[in-house]
């Protein structure tokens, strides 16, 4: 028998390339975490393919769901609401566990949740990290978006700034795709990066002015471009006749580039808005450059701000972070209905 006052949530999350549920007790204690993958279907395109995505999803999405249940031991009846990300992300991907949860919401007679997938990277930067200071900002940076927000609450994030162009994720596996290193660029190119000079080559930094908080990555991947093609682009592809050494140093260098901005940015934010915590999340957050530099500018700032990092299992998606955050909506009471649709872009 369930305990009565515990709330269980299952999480459903089908934004990108990863299918995934799970079942999370009073926004804390998980209680189970399935992830399916789809990076192998995905790799021989060099990035996620929105129909191939989707119809992955599709094949996945029941059997995933089913395994979180069985994990966590738990049956429907037990379940308390049933949340989902609606958005921001591929249509055709999150229409997939869109229509699953309305469908279970409806067999089930359970509420239905709809969760920001962005606010839900936030979560998993907190899960089970109750006690920290407000003010906070929160530097989320994923495949597809790289945004800086005023964090009040899990249900009042403000968003301060965002990429005018391409995300610190999509640079990575960009980069990632013109040294011909696989997909997903980010862990291939940190791998790699452990062996180069991250001063090597001067990329060049785009802060966009010192006081926006607003982030552009475009310039950094044409500028590893040109590096490998020539200026004109019509030179003789370098890569194949670099030596490890070489690719290792592009690699340190491009990676060292971007975690600058991205520190220099959130040490921006932190000043202005006196925020006593520092909040990290999204897939770029399993990057241990990112992780050491942020935590040496918290130790180094004045006064010292917190750092907290969402742990490498919870950086890249996953349903876990979705189920966490829809406690809180759970208890505001901000329920969706079955009209519910999935939108590309964040609120
Ligand atoms: O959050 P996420 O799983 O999906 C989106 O919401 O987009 O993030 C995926 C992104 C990919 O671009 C991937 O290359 C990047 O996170 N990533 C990394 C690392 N692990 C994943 N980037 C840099 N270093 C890593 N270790
Ligand atoms: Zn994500």
Redo the contacts with the bound molecule.
């Keep these: 028998m369930k305990d009565k006052t515990t709330i269980n949530i299952l999480g459903i999350e089908t934004?990108?390339d990863?299918t995934a549920a799970a079942v999370v007790a009073d926004g804390h204690t998980i209680k189970s975490s399935v992830v399916a993958s789809q990076t192998k279907l995905h790799e021989k395109y060099g990035g996620v393919v929105p129909e191939v995505a989707s119809r992955a999803h599709i094949e996945k999405i029941y059997p995933v769901i089913a395994e979180a249940l069985e994990q966590a031991k738990i049956n429907p009846d037990e379940i308390d609401a049933i949340a989902v990300a609606d958005r921001p992300g591929l249509t055709i991907a999150l229409i997939v566990g869109v229509t699953a949860a309305k469908t279970l919401s409806f067999a089930w007679g359970k509420p239905l949740i709809a969760i920001d997938?962005l606010h839900a990277?936030m979560q998993s930067a907190i899960l089970n990290k109750e006690d920290f200071e407000l003010p906070a900002v929160a530097l989320i940076v994923?495949?597809?978006?790289t945004s800086l927000y005023d964090y009040l609450s899990p249900l009042e994030p403000k968003l301060l700034g965002k990429t005018i162009d391409d995300a610190a994720?999509?640079a990575?596996?960009k980069v990632a795709s013109i040294l011909k290193l696989p997909y997903?660029?980010?862990?291939a190119?940190?791998k790699i990066a452990k062996n180069g000079n991250p001063n090597a080559i001067k990329f060049p930094r785009s802060m966009l002015g010192k006081d926006s908080l607003d982030f552009s990555f475009s310039g950094i991947k044409t500028a590893v471009l040109y590096h490998c093609l020539g200026q004109d682009m019509k030179g003789q592809n370098i890569v194949d006749s670099m030596t490890p050494q070489q690719i290792a140093d592009l690699a340190a260098s491009f990676q060292a580039t971007v975690v600058d901005i991205l520190v220099k940015k959130t040490k921006l934010a932190s000043e202005k808005f006196q925020a006593k915590t520092v909040l990290l999340g999204?897939?770029?957050a399993?990057?241990s450059a990112l992780r050491e530099a942020l935590q040496n500018l918290c130790t180094t700032m004045k006064p010292p701000r917190k750092l907290l990092v969402a742990s490498k299992q919870y950086?890249?998606?996953n349903a876990v972070m979705v189920a966490s955050l829809a406690y809180y909506k759970y208890k505001a009471g901000l329920f969706a209905d079955l009209t519910l649709e999935p939108q590309a872009h964040s609120e």
């Design positions: 934004s990108c990863e997938h990277h994923s495949g597809g978006h994720g999509e990575f596996d997903p660029g980010g862990p190119i940190e999204g897939g770029v399993a990057n950086c890249t998606d």
